[in-house]
């Protein structure tokens, strides 16, 4: 087989892994979108606190 065959079949399998992906994500419920959103909010402030300046001793 040639290279150009491997990648016609890498892009049609690629393609279907994103199709499936999609079309998994939409159907989602109001409860786990909320979960997720929460999950989102409480890593970015777990992330704000790590980053934050801690005071120099004196």
Do not use: C, F, H
Not at 20 to 40: G, L
């Amino acid at each position: 087989m040639s290279t150009e065959w491997l990648w016609g079949i890498g892009i049609i399998v690629l393609g279907i892994a994103i199709a499936y992906a999609v079309m998994r994500n939409r159907t989602r419920s109001a409860a786990e979108k909320q979960m997720t959103e929460t999950a989102a909010k409480q890593n970015y402030r777990t992330e704000d606190l790590r980053e934050r300046p801690r005071p120099m001793p004196e």
